[in-house]
T-cell receptor
Framework: DAGVTQSPTHLIKTRGQQVTLRCSPI?????VSWYQQVLGQGPQFIFQ???????GRGNFPDRFSARQFPNYSSELNVNALLLGDSALYLC?????????????FGPGTRLTVT | AQTVTQSQPEMSVQEAETVTLSCTYD???????LFWYKQPPSRQMILVIR??????QNATENRFSVNFQKAAKSFSLKISDSQLGDAAMYFC??????????FGKGITLSVRP
């Protein structure tokens, strides 16, 4: 079975630009979460979506937005990029939003803002 | 809000020996889970082991086991018979409401051949 997939693998953008990152969950998983991982740090929670509805949001500015599609794939959008947005963006999927459900992570998208 | 603290940034272990990675956390909840994740240089984060707070028995998964001290809010990971493939960053994580994971800063484990 295919795991969580993310695209693109790497991305280089300029300050002020906008970026869209994509995630496809494991088949049958209806919950998708996004995390930002700055080099050398632990991942920070950005968003969680379940059944196309936002279920949780971390402490990130409104420049960050996301959505989930009917096939449960998800997009993370970041507007007006700042140098500090450079990070590894991880997507995780799970069967549901409850805490016993294991989250399976994708390989991530490495975003570099210059 | 929950917090997770990993105070050791790096550790090194000789192949075939045992190493213990430390983690402390803070929560006001009485029933919860705790996870250890491994992130190899290839970046894919994988779950190593989980502990349910209501269970007295420490979780074990092959060479990986935990020492869960609920009163002390301590959750350490022991890796026995260390292998070269164990080299990675290890994160302690607390799943909060809606599975939101709160991670520690992580520890880089190197394994010496």
């Amino acid at each position: 079975d295919a795991g969580v997939t993310q695209s693109p693998t790497h991305l280089i953008k300029t300050r002020g630009q906008q970026v869209t990152l994509r995630c496809s969950p494991i088949s049958g998983h209806k919950s998708v979460s996004w995390y930002q991982q700055v080099l050398g740090q632990g991942p920070q929670f950005i968003f969680q979506y379940y059944e196309k509805e936002e279920r949780g949001r971390g402490n990130f500015p409104d420049r960050f937005s996301a959505r989930q599609f009917p096939n449960y794939s998800s997009e993370l959008n970041v507007n007006a990029l700042l140098l500090g947005d450079s990070a590894l963006y991880l997507c995780a999927s799970s069967l549901g939003p409850g805490r016993p459900y294991e989250q399976y992570f994708g390989p991530g998208t490495r975003l570099t803002v210059t | 809000a929950q917090t997770v603290t990993q105070s050791q940034p790096e550790m090194s272990v000789q192949e075939a020996e045992t190493v213990t990675l430390s983690c402390t956390y803070d929560t006001s909840e009485s029933d919860y889970y705790l996870f250890w994740y491994k992130q190899p240089p290839s970046r894919q984060m994988i779950l190593v082991i989980r502990q349910e707070a209501y269970k007295q028995q420490n979780a074990t998964e092959n060479r990986f086991s935990v020492n869960f001290q609920k009163a002390a809010k301590s959750f350490s990971l022991k890796i026995s018979d260390s292998q070269l493939g164990d080299a990675a960053m290890y994160f302690c994580a607390y799943p909060g409401a809606n599975s939101k994971l709160t991670f520690g800063k992580g520890i880089t484990l190197s394994v010496r051949p």
